[in-house]
């Protein structure tokens, strides 16, 4: 193969730089990368051997332009990795990762080059340098230091080849978790077992099954997290406990896909190389480059909710019960399968509503157009048009290009909505091309969901928890679109772990906001409108079950802690006995609130990059929270307030840092007290 027959090795021709995934096939992208590093590694070896004294001209701006083309190509390639990995991909994956970790730690465990990045440093007071470039200086010194560039040659050597364990570990552990997902699908004989999903969903599952070759049944696939969209709806209980039976089983079945012994390598090592870099723990080396600081910070903050959480969990509890005795004719204790079911049924008895119910006023493609990309340009000005002439890596992908008020170009939006075998669980948004003045690049970015695809002739109805989602990744997609660096180390949502979640939360607003909701909360055959009184039962509802929401979240952020606190030495063989006792020492360890993640599936942690940072959702919930009520302090939707948070925060990306962007936004330091009336924890 040539370079000139590699479309990976030649800028794309199409709008925008969109790569030309019509041309790139899976024997590409390995020959793409080996020439990408070969082209980095001399890009940064013309820097090291520069002889003039170090500039932020011939250092950091140098290191900035470096990595383009391996930019191009790693983000093409992760793109289809995550959303369409087949087991060709999947193998170019797995070889991939350890080649990738060594390029990565070859340039930032560079001796010469992080001298040449300390003299700038050092002289950053004597420079006449913006506040973007500052701040790079500042943060390619703290990532290289932080990165182990500072150790002598020999911890670098054994530096790198843990890096190169875990990265094959990590990719290890997304595999297996896929391939034990798609094939604990819980497949059922007769409709009457999935008794109470709607006719769409019922389609869907006939239609899943169809394609598995299973003509005549019905499979219901299973989402990333412990629970199940179809365990508030499911009358037969037997059929609630199969589904919960199976997604908490993931990869944790003693056959090929079980990921026990691949999650405590990952500890193991973790904390082998927390410790060669001069940390307690790799939940110490992780928060101590966050808005955190330290664990203890972290740990402060979810012991603070978890016990006012668990007294909520146990009042919910008590009113599920009551509903089973007083409806069922033989009652029974209430077990975590029952409790979606049964929480719907109080939810009815309590506010007259049926969330299940309104899924026709939910149709995805409204939801989208006049409600998502709605609210976008009421508070922004942007607008969104279909390019249907524009392929994206799968069929089910479509693209949308963003305009600003002014006519001009924002970028593309990628959105893939539906899940597939080859498609990992979660939805999550991921840039394609990264904007940055330097490079003269404007963002692609992609949302990927997994919502069901309905039968043939069906439309896709979205559950509220669903819309919740797409709002959520398109809050994201905005941070992604909006932000506007200079350099590509800052551009779009490239901020600190525990601060990113931030900006895709407050989107979440708009949901129920009267002119969005108004607009696209109709019925899908008949347009009428969602009822007034519905809506005002639907706010009314926004603290309930959230004992249980808020116990299975922090369960799982403290479960993430407790891993990653493990000390050097201190291995970790029994994966069930340690999650126990985590959860007791928080006391979370409640049978009927399992933990929103268990650690054989706990692909945020152990194969996504939020090892020791799952915490940072209810971290960021407290700016999110804050904001929401500045926004209704301030008029809610309207231009002027969007203008100010996308100027202040969006579109500052990571060139500034995150909480003084937000004191520019708020005029103050976040307040805690809107998230606990949130989470109905205040005292």
Known sequence: MTELSNPLLQPSSLPYGLPDFAAIRP???????????????????????VRSVPTFANTIEALERSGELLDRVA???????????????????????????????????????????????????????????????ERHFREMTHAGAALGDEAKSHLTELNKRLSTLSAVFEKNLLNDTNDLAVLFDDAAELDGLTAGELSATARAAA?????????????????????????????????????RSRASRGNANDNRAVLTEIVRLRAERAALLGHPSHAAYVTSDQTAGTPEAVERMLRELAAPAARNVDRERVALQ???????????????????????????????????????????????????????????????????????????????????????????????????????????????????????????????????????????????????????????????????????????????????EFPSQVNEMWILWSEVLGNYARHHETGEALD?????????????????????????????????????????????????????????????????????????????GYSAGYYSYIWSEVLDADTVEWFRENGGLTRENGERFRDRLLGVGGSKDPLEAYRDFRGRDADIAPLLRRRGLED
């Not at 002289?123 to 701040?135: F, N, P, S, V």
């Not at 365990?231 to 199976?246: K, Y």
């Open 322 to 500: 009551e509903i089973i005795d007083s409806t069922e004719s033989a009652p029974f204790a209430l077990e975590a399968h029952d409790w979606a079911f049964y929480t719907e049924k109080v939810r009815q008895a309590r506010y007259d509503i049926d969330t299940a119910a309104l899924r026709p006023w939910f149709e995805a493609e409204r939801v989208l157009r006049d409600g998502v990309f709605f609210a976008a340009t009421l508070l922004y000005g942007v607008t969104f048009t279909e390019r249907d002439d524009l392929l994206a890596y799968h069929p089910d992908a479509r693209i949308f290009e963003v305009h600003d008020s002014d006519g001009s170009a924002v970028g593309l939006y990628v959105l893939d909505l539906y899940t597939r075998d080859s498609k990992r669980g979660g939805a999550w948004m991921n840039p394609i091309v990264s904007q940055s003045a330097l490079r003269g690049t404007l963002p692609v970015v992609v949302n990927n969901l997994n919502v069901t695809r309905p039968g043939d002739g069906q439309p896709t109805l979205l559950t509220l928890d669903q819309v919740t989602t797409l709002f959520h990744e398109f809050g994201h997609a905005l941070h992604g679109l909006f932000a506007r660096v200079t350099y590509p180390h800052f551009a779009g949502t490239n901020v600190f772990r525990d601060f990113v």
């Open 211 to 247: 394609d598995r070759g299973h003509e005549g049944l019905h499979l219901v696939g299973l989402p990333l997290f412990s629970g199940h969209p179809y365990l508030s709806a499911l009358t037969v209980r037997e059929s609630r406990r199969r589904l919960l039976e199976a997604s």
């Open 27 to 49: 024997e590409h992208y390995l020959p793409a990368f080996a020439r990408a590093f070969q082209e980095q590694l001399a890009e940064v070896s013309a820097i090291t051997r």
């Open 532 to 608: 007034p009184v519905i809506v005002e039962r639907l706010r009314a509802t926004e603290t309930f079950d959230q004992g249980r929401a808020t116990a299975e979240y922090l369960a799982a952020a403290w479960l993430d802690q407790a891993w990653h606190r493990v000390a050097d030495g201190a291995d970790v063989e029994d994966v069930v006995g340690f999650e126990a006792s985590a959860l007791a020492d928080i006391g979370l360890a409640n049978p009927l609130v399992p933990t929103r993640y268990s650690s054989t599936y706990f692909a945020h942690v152990f194969s996504g």
């Open 75 to 137: 983000h093409a390639f992760y793109t289809v990795s995550s959303a369409d990995a087949t087991p060709q991909i999947q193998a170019i994956d797995e070889e991939l990762a350890p080649l990738m970790a060594a390029h990565d730690d070859a340039i930032r465990l560079d001796g010469e080059l992080y001298r040449r990045v300390s003299q700038v440093h050092d002289q950053l007071d004597e420079l006449d340098l913006d506040a973007e470039q500052r701040y790079l200086v």
